[in-house]
């Protein structure tokens, strides 16, 4: 099979086209002829050499992909062999064939593509366990999401809204503004240009949010704790602005705020089977009724990976940008 390799630590070039042997399954697995895999930021840490995959997994970069199951071991799932799926992994999507646990297979759900189903896994999975199971977010709370324009941030404001939240989002551009606010985000705000704790403080009349998704880390905690309502809780999922903080600890003690956080890569297939079950029971009948859907900003061929990655670290697209293999 073809394959997208990392040749070295580096830039989108060093990213290489080469010919891989299919992987060997495990059991639980099942083997995915792939027609799209998704790309997301782990992929580029990984590609620098700062986010190495788990020892278990393949090298491939690639942790979500959709295609139809060719092989392996389906019991215990609904699934069969023959169907369409999208699958998140722990690695080798960027391939014609992938590996992945069954139970962290969904079916593609009824009227989207194969394009838009690469492009749920990673942040629908994300997303889930990070806002709804490990933020709590509940009804009639309100959500402020770092990252807005970003697949997860994309993914988090469509179904915040879909469960009737009150969602704001911050964005890095006027543009990403609107977009955000047309995905149904009840404020955008341009960081670049506004000060999202005083923003955040209008907004709520001085109440500030429940649960914050940040991307961010580093400086932005002392200002989410700063945005929170009292009982608040704020959820790292990365580290764009480091891994460094203080904390005014009084804050959190006196109004009894949470700092968690979490990475999905790590945990166990069986973690994620949880997971995927959560989703299909809760969220696939949302994109079937057309209440959400995947935003995808651009798709590339699987050969021009070079041009996708360079895309995603100038970071200005709106949504997710998908690589597309031949069927």
């Not at 190495?52 to 609904?78: F, H, Q």
Request: charged share 20%.
């Amino acid at each position: 099979m073809k394959a997208i390799e990392i040749s070295q630590p580096g830039g989108p070039e060093v990213l290489t086209v080469v010919e891989r042997e299919k992987p060997v399954l495990k059991a639980g697995e099942v083997l995915i002829k792939v027609s799209a895999a998704g790309i997301n930021r782990p992929d580029v840490f990984q590609r620098k050499g700062s986010y190495p995959p788990p020892a278990d997994a393949s090298d491939l970069p690639g942790l979500e992909v959709a295609g139809v199951i060719v092989e392996g071991d389906v019991s215990g799932t609904d699934l069969k062999i023959g169907d369409r799926v999208c699958a998140l992994t722990p690695g080798g999507g960027y391939a014609e064939y992938c590996a992945a646990p069954a139970g962290n297979c969904l079916p593609i759900p009824k009227g989207l593509s194969d394009i838009e189903a690469a492009g749920l896994p990673e942040t629908y999975f994300t997303v889930w366990t990070n806002v709804f199971d490990r933020g709590a977010l509940a009804k009639d709370e309100a959500l402020l999401v770092h990252g807005g324009a970003s697949g997860i941030g994309t993914t988090a404001i469509q179904l915040a809204r879909a469960f009737g939240n009150t969602v704001y989002a911050t964005v890095g551009s006027d543009e990403r503004v609107k977009a955000v606010e047309a995905l149904g985000a009840n404020k955008g705000i341009n960081y670049k240009t506004q000060d999202f704790v005083e923003e955040i403080k209008t907004l709520t009349q001085g109440k500030g949010v429940n649960v914050i998704l940040d991307m961010v880390s580093g400086e932005y905690v002392n200002r989410n704790i700063n945005s929170l309502a009292d009982d608040g809780r704020i959820v790292i999922i990365a580290q764009l602005g480091g891994s460094k903080a203080t904390i005014d600890t009084n804050q959190l003690m006196r109004r009894r705020l949470t700092i968690t956080g979490s990475t999905l890569r790590p945990r166990s297939p069986a973690f994620k089977t949880e997971i995927a079950r959560s989703l299909q029971k809760h969220v696939w009948p949302l994109l079937e009724s057309g209440k959400i859907k995947p935003v995808i900003h651009a798709t590339f061929p699987f050969e021009k990976v070079v041009e996708a990655h360079t895309m995603m670290d100038a970071g200005e697209q709106i949504g997710k940008i998908i690589l597309t293999f031949e069927n």
